[in-house]
């Protein structure tokens, strides 16, 4: 049921008793944000019939007010989803240049038109529903400068410079574009190794489609030349990461390592009964023995820890798929990947 509908949010605050009566569960609540007092009455009937789950799916566009509501109202009688754009393992039509939102991928041609449309529209709705952010322009400002610097390791001194804004000013803007699930934030990966270490995070765009628009790339051929072509295809492995483990109803564990001597992976995940999954993204198809190197380095820093080393590349139609490309280091292409994050579980 669209509760976007002015009739029908009519009759709910009327009325809510009569309203939900009439309905024959379960019944799908879309836009939810748009009746929030709704909650309380429904909370009535879960109390009355415990055992019987899954009868009132609530779901909404505007996460702000609607996990308001839900916390509020429902502690302890709902399961909290996130849906995410779609995964590779989900769409072949997902990639780098497109991301996974399903309104570009069914319409690719007009991309830039719906993210700009996206863009506008989280400004004066998702992101005033969470702060009063006086200065709209600056802020759009500063999601075009945060793309730019995809990837990398976040300075917020020198994301605020530019912008002729504070440090606690970005830390807040940061935080507002996590809690809604524009960016992802990679936490340096800790462990007693006897080195220094880089302990500040990295930031990724969540959509590497909307990332890609928001530095001007507009083609597949722009992207590769891009220089920010690496970074981009770095950030699209996180996001399949991430997207694995919240289909699975696992928690989000992501993360990456760099020292001070310049030794770096790209990202580590912890996998259940498997050890530590030690990950290298490559933009390329072609995979050679000298990309091991990091990880062979840190698999003995790491000593007799269990692990697996895993170079992670675009896929070839025309040359023959590497599988070894050194002592224990496999060669897999990003689709082979998603699937195996998928069902090694």
Not at 32 to 47: G, M, W
Not at 62 to 74: D, K, R, V
Not at 331 to 343: G, K, P
Request: aromatic share 8%; with cysteine.
């Amino acid at each position: 049921m669209l509760l976007e509908d002015p009739d029908i949010q009519g009759t709910i605050r009327s009325d809510p008793c009569t309203f939900l009566e009439e309905l024959r569960p379960p019944v799908v609540f879309d836009e939810f944000q748009n009746a929030p007092e709704l909650l309380s009455y429904v909370r009535t009937l879960v109390d009355a019939a415990p055992r019987r789950m899954g009868q009132w799916p609530f779901i909404g566009s505007q996460e702000a007010p609607l996990m308001q509501g839900i916390t509020e109202s429902m502690a302890g009688r709902a399961a909290i989803l996130r849906l995410l754009p779609f995964s590779v393992a989900e769409t072949p039509k997902v990639n780098v240049l497109h991301g996974g939102f399903p309104e570009v991928l069914a319409r690719p041609k007009s991309r830039a038109l719906w993210f700009a449309s996206y863009l506008q529209t989280y400004l004066e709705r998702d992101v005033r529903a969470i702060t009063n952010i006086r200065d709209l322009v600056t802020f759009r400002r500063f999601l075009a400068l945060l793309a730019s610097r995809h990837g990398q390791i976040l300075n917020k001194t020198d994301l605020a410079a530019p912008l002729g804004v504070s440090v606690p000013t970005i830390s807040e803007w940061l935080h507002i574009l996590e809690m809604t699930g524009q960016v992802i934030i990679v936490l340096p990966y800790f462990e007693n190794l006897g080195k220094r270490l880089i302990k500040s995070p990295r930031v990724f765009w969540g959509d590497s489609g909307l990332a890609c628009y928001l530095v001007g790339i507009t083609s597949e051929q722009e992207l590769r030349r891009s220089p920010f072509w690496g970074q981009l295809f770095e950030g699209f492995v996180a996001a399949e990461i991430l997207k694995s483990q919240a289909n699975q109803g696992a928690r989000k564990e992501l993360y990456y390592f760099r020292d001070q001597q310049g030794l770096e992976v790209d990202f580590l995940i912890p996998r259940p009964n498997a050890g530590l999954w030690l990950i290298e993204c490559k933009a390329g198809k072609t995979v050679r023995s000298a990309m091991a190197a990091p990880l062979l380095s840190f698999r003995r820093a790491l000593g007799k820890r269990s692990k697996r080393l895993i170079i992670v590349h675009r896929k070839s139609h025309s040359a023959p798929a590497t599988a070894a490309v050194a002592s224990g280091v496999e060669a897999i292409d990003l689709e082979r990947f998603v699937a195996e994050l998928t069902h090694d579980r």
